[in-house]
């Protein structure tokens, strides 16, 4: 994909960090992030500051970010609604009884979902979906993950491609394409959007295979990750391990 | 369709171990899912899932709302089955599900092996059952053939939020009545599922007009006659 | 590399190949065609005639039946990955062999997935960039070029694996009359065996001794390219036309 959705361009200490350095990193804080126990508010806090501080050094405003979690609703709906409709002793909260249990169910979820897609957003905003790609494959993801994502990637633009044609064709002999119109269009021609993607992905399938792909980027060997890269790439989810584990510790 | 609570579950709805269980299953099911279902990079399975990944990944950015709250676009796992076979199928529903969560952050991280399950692997198995068993009416007429894939996209959807409620049942942070949840969610995605097997129908039904061979539910001798029909 | 050609052996050998799209349609009913190393070949033929499709044949991309040898290597599903070190192939529309970030990685993915490595490889992507006129452009993303030159880049990505076999589908089309006139001196200057499908057939007698004619899915003529273009009726007859006031010097 030439321009990921999500990845915002940069330089930064962020960005130049191994795609597979980084993934790991991810999965690392939001596994920490999920372990660690509900009541332990604070660990939440320092688990954000975390998630700041890595924004403030790969230069992507927090605007940004917000705008971006709103993928998250969902869920903030069923962590509203879980105060009311769960069971044990109740609280008083504004003068509504609603469930304790509940009520901190809620809260785990806001908090851990939010902190969930800062973090996965992070990802997506400094890492090129081929370096995506391309980290899974130096983590040893199974050839057929690394050979359909590759295509997949590739196929994003084939297809973005054939609905700009197919729009330009269609303005061009006076279609009038307001938003609504379209989506209706689009949903009719779903089909053919695929027909067309698939017929032209089989030619630039045939095109990569003539130039001798074998499945993978032809990446090389990687360049080894120096130790301190993997330290300053993994210090973020130091942190919030570190919280984890002090909130978890049976006192 | 999904966007729906139930499907791309964000992290924090399960806790840390169910989430693990839930990780290894899906790792589990893919790895007989690669033995049994080949992707060749010379072969025409190779573009044809790729393809099929892109496509529901970018239906993805053409959200509409199903209902207030719940907004809605192709999932796929009853499409992929029929076109690919439940194995093949559940690999490419499975790449979908990951880049998703790695570059829309839709669906959290520790979540992948519960959104896997249900997704990638309940819905495409539960997808490619139903038309299979159905067969007989796919071949009989492409009447035929768009009902069966509007049932399997239908009874996929549901399946794949059933799997969210024994999740939950497992690893659920909250105890909330399993009987209300399950209803609710079941319920809810039945709706969802019309949705999703009324475009899984319109995009079997174009590509078996022009491309029968693409289509692995009808992959043999009798398309000719199907397109005919 | 480039040479590796044994006495005796012709370069490409084709006998009694036949394909039929997936969809039914059967395009390819019997081709034969023997071209020795060193020679320039053009392929002519109308719309539709089944030309690309025969292209897509020489590197295994597509699977018809009959027999195909490259250098006295028969292609099968063993030998297709060397066949496809040999065989390079521009293809007609260089929107689908351009697909990289930028297009000195685009050019730089064929020697790559045939095993070059730094520092052979970014001298080949420059000496093939340079080849086709667009080194200036080697960080830019080949979606922001012109159509003329993705043309010329898709070019330079198959010259930088240096295949033994170059086959051009219509590597002409939509080129403005400079850049033609120089990617002929380009294709002139490598001594290459060479397939070029074009409709272009002023630019088929300047650059290929001989041609080839397919119709409908067969050969209907192989000779001289002078020859070809001065038989009127043959022109005629498979939807060919010299542009107007040319004229072949006989
Ligand atoms: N993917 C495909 N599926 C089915 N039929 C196809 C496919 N590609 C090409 N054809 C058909 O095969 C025939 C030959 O097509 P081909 O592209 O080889 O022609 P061509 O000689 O290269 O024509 P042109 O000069 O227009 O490039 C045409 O009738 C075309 O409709
Ligand atoms: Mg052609």
Redesign the interface.
């Known amino acids: 994909m030439s321009g990921?959705?999500?990845y915002r361009p940069g330089d930064s200490p962020v960005h130049r960090i191994p795609p597979q350095v980084k993934?790991l990193a991810?999965?690392a804080a939001?596994?920490g992030?999920?372990?660690t126990p509900?009541e332990a508010f604070w660990a939440f806090g320092i688990d954000l500051f975390v998630v700041l501080a890595v924004w403030s050094v790969a230069g992507v405003p927090v605007g940004w970010f917000a705008r971006?979690?709103v993928?998250?609703?969902?869920?903030v709906?069923?962590a509203v609604v879980?105060p009311f409709?769960?069971?044990?002793p109740r609280v008083d909260v504004l003068g509504v009884a609603v469930?304790q249990?509940?009520l901190?169910?809620?809260w785990?979820?806001?908090?851990?979902?939010t902190?969930?897609?800062?973090?996965?957003?992070t990802?997506?905003a400094t890492t090129q979906?081929r370096d995506?790609v391309l980290g899974?494959q130096r983590l040893r993801a199974?050839?057929?993950?690394v050979?359909?994502?590759?295509?997949?990637?590739?196929?994003?633009d084939?297809?973005?491609g054939e609905?700009r044609r197919t729009r330009i064709a269609r303005i061009s002999r006076g279609d009038d394409p307001r938003f609504l119109w379209q989506?209706g269009a689009?949903?009719?021609g779903?089909?053919?959007?695929?027909?067309r993607?698939?017929e032209r992905?089989?030619r630039?399938?045939r095109a990569m295979?003539a130039r001798g792909?074998?499945?993978h980027m032809p990446a090389g060997p990687a360049a080894p990750v120096g130790a301190l890269r993997w330290v300053a790439g993994g210090s973020p989810a130091l942190v919030i391990a570190t919280a984890w584990a002090v909130a978890a510790w049976p006192v | 369709m999904t966007?729906?609570?139930a499907m791309h579950l964000?992290?924090?709805?399960l806790?840390?171990s169910t989430?693990v269980l839930f990780g290894a299953v899906a790792v589990a099911w893919?790895a007989v899912a690669?033995a049994r279902g080949r992707?060749d990079?010379?072969d025409?399975t190779?573009?044809?899932?790729?393809?099929?990944?892109?496509?529901l990944?970018?239906?993805q950015?053409?959200n509409?709302p199903v209902l207030p709250?719940?907004s809605g676009h192709?999932y796929g796992g009853a499409l992929a089955a029929i076109l690919l076979g439940p194995w093949v199928g559940a690999?490419?529903l499975?790449?979908?599900v990951?880049?998703q969560?790695?570059?829309?952050?839709?669906g959290?991280?520790?979540?992948l092996g519960a959104n896997m399950t249900n997704m990638a692997l309940l819905g495409t198995a539960v997808g490619f059952a139903v038309a299979l068993a159905a067969r007989g009416l796919a071949r009989r007429s492409r009447a035929g053939l768009l009902a069966v894939a509007f049932l399997a996209g239908l009874v996929s959807t549901v399946a794949a939020s059933a799997g969210f409620v024994v999740e939950y049942a497992i690893g659920?942070?909250?105890?909330?009545?399993l009987g209300?949840l399950a209803g609710v969610v079941i319920g809810v995605h039945a709706v969802i599922g019309i949705g999703e097997g009324v475009?899984t129908a319109?995009?079997?039904?174009?590509?078996v007009r022009?491309?029968p061979?693409?289509i692995y539910l009808v992959r043999t001798s009798e398309t000719?006659e199907l397109v005919a029909a | 590399m480039g040479g590796g050609r044994v006495a005796g052996v012709s370069a490409l050998d084709v006998r009694g190949l036949t394909y039929r799209y997936?969809?039914?349609t059967a395009v390819l009913h019997g081709i034969d065609l023997h071209v020795e190393p060193g020679e320039r070949v053009a392929v002519l033929g109308p719309n539709g005639a089944g030309k690309t499709t025969f292209v897509l044949h020489l590197n295994g991309v597509l699977t018809g039946t009959g027999h195909i040898e490259v250098a006295g290597l028969p292609l099968s599903?063993d030998t297709?990955r060397e066949i496809r070190r040999r065989v390079g192939v521009v293809f007609q529309d260089p929107d689908d062999q351009l697909f990289m970030p930028t297009v000195a990685d685009d050019v730089a993915f064929g020697p790559a997935n045939f095993g070059v490595t730094e520092p052979e490889l970014g001298e080949r992507v420059r000496a093939a960039l340079s080849a086709v006129g667009m080194a200036e452009h080697a960080d830019r993303s080949p979606m922001h070029l012109s159509e003329g030159q993705r043309r010329r880049v898709a070019l330079a990505t198959v010259l930088a694996s240096d295949p033994e076999l170059l086959v051009l589908d219509e590597p002409s089309a939509n080129l403005e009359p400079v850049a033609r006139r120089e990617l002929a001196e380009v294709l002139l200057s490598l001594d290459r065996t060479m397939l070029m499908v074009t409709h272009d057939l002023p630019y088929a007698l300047q650059l290929c001794p001989r041609a080839v004619l397919i119709d409908n899915g067969v050969v209907v003529a192989d000779g001289p390219t002078r020859d070809l273009l001065a038989d009127a009726d043959l022109l005629a007859a498979h939807r060919l036309e010299l542009p107007w006031g040319f004229v072949p010097q006989p």
């Open positions: 990921g959705v999500l993934l991810a999965f939001v596994l992030v999920v372990a509900r971006r979690a993928i998250e609703a969902p869920f709906l069923l879980l409709v769960s069971g044990g469930s249990d509940g901190l169910a809620g785990n979820i806001l908090a851990k979902g902190l969930g897609v800062l973090i996965a957003l990802l997506a979906p995506l899974l199974p050839a057929w993950f050979t359909i994502a590759t295509l997949m990637l590739r196929y994003v084939v297809i973005a609905l989506a689009v949903a009719r779903a089909g053919t959007l695929f027909l993607s698939y992905g089989e630039v399938h295979l792909w074998a499945g | 966007a729906s609570v964000s992290d924090g709805v806790d840390a989430s893919l690669a992707i990079v010379d025409r190779a573009p044809l899932a790729g393809l099929l990944a892109a496509f990944f970018a239906m950015l053409l509409f709250g719940v192709l690999l490419c499975s790449v979908v990951v880049i969560a790695l570059l829309f952050a839709d959290g991280l520790t979540a659920g942070q909250a105890d909330v009545s209300g475009i319109l995009a079997v039904g174009a590509i022009v491309r061979d693409l000719r | 997936p969809d039914g599903p297709m």
